[in-house]
C-alpha cells in the first residue's frame, strides 16, 4: 500500500494540473485560445530557461551521454519502423496516415509531460534527460516522420526540401537555442551575473506546472471518436510498446550505467504523444483521429505511467 501511495503521489499532482487544465477550460475560466498563449509562453521562454539551467551547471561529461543518445535514438526508431509498416503493409494506409499512425506510436511529450514526471521521480536528471530527447527528436525522429507524411511514391529530391525545412525549424526553435546556450555556459565555465541567473531561474521554475495546464485546456473539445480502431492502435503502440522497445534496447543492446538516466528513458518511452501532435497531423487532413488519439492516450497514460513506476520501484 506504501508503494502504491507513493506512485501516487508522483503521478497524482501531474495529472490532476492537467485535469485543472480541463475543468477550468471547460467551464469558460479560460479559453481554448488562451491555452495557446500559455503553450508559447511554456516553449519560447519557460523551457528554454529550464533547458538552459539544466545543461549550464553540469559538466559536459554528466550532460553528453552517448548511451542516453543512442538506446532513445534506436528504441524510437524501432517504434517508429514497426508503426510505419503495421500500418502502410498490413493495413494498408497511405504514407501520409501511416506517418500519422507511427508519430502517435512513437514521439512522446517530453517537454509538457515527461519532465514534470522525471522531475518528481528522479530529480534534476530530469532536466538532461529533456535535453537529451529534444535532440533526438528535432534531428532525427520528427525529420524522418514528416518526410515520409510529405513524400510522394516515387518522387525525388523530396529529402532536400524536408533537411531545409528542418534546419530552419531548428534555427527558429527558442528551446534548441537553450541547450545550445547551456552547452555553451558548460563547456566555457562560464556563470552569469546574479541578477540574470535568477531572472531566468523564475521562468524555468513556470514551465512544470504551466505545461500541464496547457495540455489539460488543450484536450477540451477533443472527442474520442474510432476508439476500437486507429485510436486503441496507436494508444497500445504508444503507452505499451514503445516502453517495450525501449526496454529491449536498454537491455540487450545499449546499457545506461546510471540509473535515473536509464528510468528516464523508459519513462520517457511509456509518455503520451507530444503536443503538437494533433497540429502536425492536420496538414494532411488527419487532425480527427490525431485529436482523438491525443485524447485517449493522454488519459490512459496516468495508469500505465503509475505501474511503470511501480516496476521500477520494485526492479530498479
Known sequence: MNAILQILGITGPIYLVIALGYVFTRQGMFAKADMQVFGKFTLNLALPALLFNALSQRSLGEILNADY?????????????????WARKVLGHSLSYSSMMAMGMSCPNSGFVGYPI????????????????????????????????????????QWKQVLRQTLTNLVKNPMIWGIVGGFVFSWSGWT??????????LFAQASAVLSLFVIGGALVGLKADGLKGTVSQIAVGKLLLHPLAMWAVLAWLVPIADPALRSAALLTGALPM??????????????????????????????????LLWLLQQHP
Do not use: C, K, W
Request: proline fraction near 3%; charge should be neutral; avoid cysteine.
Open 274 to 307: 507530444l503536443g503538437i501532435y494533433t497540429v502536425l497531423s492536420q496538414r494532411h487532413g488527419h487532425g480527427a483521429i490525431s485529436a482523438a488519439a491525443l485524447l485517449v492516450t493522454t488519459v490512459g497514460s496516468f495508469f500505465t505511467l503509475s505501474g
Open 192 to 201: 552569469l551575473p546574479a541578477v540574470l541567473g535568477r531572472t531566468i531561474n
Open 69 to 85: 543518445l543512442l538506446a532513445y535514438a534506436l528504441g524510437s526508431m524501432v517504434m517508429i519502423l514497426g508503426g510505419l509498416f
Open 118 to 157: 522525471i522531475l518528481l521521480s528522479f530529480g534534476p536528471v530530469a532536466g538532461v534527460a529533456l535535453a537529451l530527447n529534444m535532440i533526438v527528436e528535432n534531428l532525427l525522429m520528427i525529420p524522418v516522420l514528416l518526410a515520409v507524411a510529405d513524400s510522394v511514391d516515387g518522387q525525388r529530391g
